[in-house]
C-alpha cells in the first residue's frame, strides 16, 4: 500500500507562491494517479489539481487554472503542487491522494494559510 506524507504547507503572503511536496512512501507509486484536495473547516473537501501515473494527463479546478502547477517525479515517488499567485481564498488544508483502480490512500495533509 502506499502512504502519502505532504510538506511544504506554511504561511505567505497574498501574491506570494509555495510548493507542495507529497512523498508516496511505502512502495512505488508507478500506477498511481495522484491527486491534491483541499479543505476549509465546516466546508467539504475539494477538488485542486490531479496527474496520471504516466504524467501524460492533467487536470485543475477552474479556481486554480494558470496559477498551480502539479507534476511528479517517479524516480523520487513524489508529486509536487506549485502554487503561484496564491490568494487568501487558497487557504485551506492541502491533502494527497493515492488512487489506483478502487484503491485510494490519503495523507494528513499540510496547512497552507494565504495572509498578510
Known amino acids: 500500500q502506499v502512504q502519502p506524507v505532504e510538506s511544504g504547507g506554511g504561511l505567505v503572503q497574498p501574491g506570494g507562491s509555495l510548493r507542495l511536496s507529497c512523498l508516496a512512501s511505502?512502495?512505488?507509486?508507478?500506477?498511481?494517479?495522484m491527486g491534491w484536495f483541499r479543505q476549509v473547516p465546516g466546508r467539504q473537501r475539494e477538488f485542486v489539481a490531479a496527474?496520471?501515473?504516466?504524467?501524460?494527463?492533467?487536470a485543475y479546478a477552474d479556481s486554480v487554472k494558470g496559477r498551480f502547477t502539479i507534476s511528479r517525479d517517479t524516480a523520487k515517488n513524489t508529486v509536487y503542487l506549485q502554487m503561484n499567485s496564491l490568494k487568501p481564498e487558497d487557504t485551506a488544508v492541502y491533502s494527497c491522494?493515492?488512487?489506483?483502480?478502487?484503491?485510494?490512500?490519503w495523507g494528513q495533509g499540510t496547512q497552507v494559510t494565504v495572509s498578510l
Open positions: 496527474i496520471s501515473w504516466r504524467g501524460d494527463n492533467l
Open positions: 511505502g512502495r512505488t507509486f508507478s500506477g498511481y494517479a
Open positions: 491522494n493515492a488512487a489506483r483502480g478502487m484503491q485510494g490512500y
